[in-house]
């Protein structure tokens, strides 16, 4: 099985910053995409950012040149930069892992979710 551990999320004023953080855990053999979402309330989840194994980034048009999401390959972990933060950018975040686990004699993709973290902006 894969665990992921989600941190940094939190309350700050407009126009301010937080960093979020999500460490995979497991058996883990590969890791491919690890990427972030976000639901805001009475709204469907939405992607925001998401890297590839081979660093390729990829951002929701809302947050372009003010979020920055990068990955550790060693410390399996993926963060999500936040600047210049907005009322709009009100939601609980979710990050989201992709790639292989061994099991038993076997090698299984995995899709792992996690549990969530709050990321508040007053305004």
């Known amino acids: 099985q894969v665990q992921l551990v989600e941190s940094g999320g939190g309350l700050v004023q407009a126009g301010g910053s937080l960093r979020l953080s999500c460490a995979a855990s497991?058996?883990?053999?590969?890791?491919?995409?690890m990427g972030w979402y976000r639901q805001a309330p009475g709204k469907q989840r939405e992607p925001v950012a998401s890297?590839?194994?081979?660093?390729?980034?990829n951002y929701a048009d809302s947050v372009k040149g003010r979020f920055t999401i990068s990955r550790d390959n060693a410390k399996k972990t993926v963060y999500l930069q936040m600047m210049s933060l907005k009322p709009e950018d009100t939601a609980v975040y979710y990050c989201n892992v992709r790639g292989s686990y061994d099991v038993s004699w076997a090698r299984a993709p995995f899709d792992s979710w996690g549990q969530g973290t709050q990321v508040t902006v007053s305004s």
């Open positions: 497991g058996s883990i053999f590969s890791i491919n995409m």
């Open positions: 890297i590839t194994s081979g660093g390729s980034t």
